[in-house]
Nanobody, 122 residues
Framework: QVQLEESGGGLVQAGGSLRLSCAASGRTFGSMGWFRQAPGKEREFVAA????????AYADVVKGRFTISRDNAKNTMYLQMNSLKADDTAVYSCAAASSYRPMYRASTYDYWGQGTQVTVSS
């Protein structure tokens, strides 16, 4: 049974940093990614990584501020978030895909975590 468990969310002041983790159990994947959803808004792509090659992709709004990485031995993905802004406030969810379809599409992903709240105060 596949399980994705996020951790690391919380409250931080604007300009601060947080690191999210997503521990995967049950199997390995082709890609893993982070999506977020703010109140009243649609879910949006944040970042993703190909598990084997390490190829990454980022949404334009987080480029240069967020870094996605993975630890193959621990089957864990990370999202280092720096220079956080109030607009980054959202529930962040990790997702895992068996396939190698486009990483920015939510429909690519087969499994989803419960989500972790990130709140950035201005």
């Amino acid at each position: 049974q596949v399980q994705l468990e996020e951790s690391g969310g919380g409250l931080v002041q604007a300009g601060g940093s947080l690191r999210l983790s997503c521990a995967a159990s049950g199997r390995t994947f082709g890609s893993m990614g982070w999506f977020r959803q703010a109140p009243g808004k649609e879910r949006e792509f944040v970042a993703a990584i190909r598990w084997t090659s390490g190829l990454t992709a980022y949404a334009d709004v987080v480029k240069g501020r967020f870094t996605i990485s993975r630890d193959n031995a621990k089957n864990t993905m990370y999202l280092q978030m720096n220079s956080l802004k109030a607009d980054d406030t959202a529930v962040y969810s990790c997702a895992a895909a068996s396939s190698y379809r486009p990483m920015y599409r939510a429909s690519t992903y087969d499994y989803w975590g419960q989500g972790t709240q990130v709140t950035v105060s201005s």
